[in-house]
């Protein structure tokens, strides 16, 4: 019988085992810079890199082809979500082109679809091991909207992806249900099971808008948007009908975040503890629901 060790702990097992929800997940940033980088990238993939500092405010990625292919140039995209998300991209002779501050870069705008994969093993080995098979899958069907990116958190989640211009975060993902999710977003649907969030959006919206849909059946990208946001109270538009959603929030039991990190820190646990339809009319939402992101 072979002993376990620490190297053969995985965080994303121990989440799965755990049956650790993902809602509320997603990063909550609005504004993005991705760089390409081919590497190799560091566990401090972004502040290693020497790039030129930002604006403060947005979140900055490294990106690569899968297979290591990099060039003519660097090309770099910006992403603002919201509302109504915007992507745009350009091409830089290097990555000095930036230290003018974005706004003196020469912008073109971006209409396809990016799916920005975490493949970062330095940062944690899963995302290595389960992200890049998901990035190999990808690229085969739409070589020029896949990237490998360096972080985009939630490591126990792995594989895990960003989409664009939806601003759409997956996780759990394997190459097969990886395909089919994106041909999803690209038709219009949103895959739930597989959804841990929208980037741009507090932890709460996220929570309040993957209930919704799951109690409602409703997987239009458009069927629900976040409206308003105060605290834990969530203002929401379904198809033209305004919902109400209350989420708590509360620390969960200390647990391990990443397979390279032994600490263990307690994760926050949102939990929908109201909802009122059409502002007016309780609503059932069919009993209480915790949410570990």
Do not use: I
Not at 191 to 207: E, H, I, K, T, Y
Request: charged share 25%.
């Amino acid at each position: 019988m072979t002993a376990t060790t620490d190297r053969d702990f995985r965080c994303t097992g121990a989440s799965l085992l755990d049956v650790e929800p993902m809602a509320g997940s997603a990063p909550t940033e609005r504004d993005w810079l991705f760089v390409e980088h081919p590497g190799p990238w560091s566990a401090r993939a972004v502040a290693d890199s020497g790039l030129p500092e930002v604006p403060a405010g947005v979140r900055v990625q490294l990106v690569r082809r899968h297979g290591g292919t990099s060039g003519p140039g660097v090309r770099v995209f910006s992403a603002a979500l919201g509302p109504a998300p915007t992507v745009r991209t350009a091409v830089l002779e290097d990555a000095s082109g930036l230290r003018g501050g974005l706004e003196q870069v020469a912008w073109e705008p971006y209409a396809g679809p990016l799916w920005l994969v975490c493949t970062n093993g330095r940062r944690d080995v899963c995302c290595a091991e389960l992200g890049r098979p998901v990035t190999a899958a990808l690229a085969a069907r739409w070589p020029e909207a896949t990237w490998e990116t360096t972080h985009l958190g939630g490591h126990r989640f792995s594989g895990t992806l960003l989409a664009l211009p939806a601003g759409v975060v997956l996780g759990r993902l394997d190459p097969g249900c990886a395909v089919e999710a994106c041909a999803a977003l690209e038709a219009g649907r949103l895959p739930a099971d597989l959804v841990r969030g929208r980037s741009g959006l507090p932890r709460a919206a996220q929570v309040a808008e993957l209930h919704v849909r799951r109690e409602l059946g409703l997987d239009g990208l458009d069927d629900v948007r976040v409206v308003a946001v105060d605290g834990g109270e969530v203002r929401l538009d379904v198809r033209g009908t305004t919902h109400l959603v209350e989420v708590a929030e509360s620390p969960g039991a200390p647990r391990r975040q990443s397979c390279a990190d032994l600490t263990t820190k307690p994760a926050p646990v949102y939990e929908v503890v109201g909802w009122v339809h059409d502002r007016h009319t309780p609503f059932d939402p069919g009993g209480r629901h915790d949410h570990h992101p």
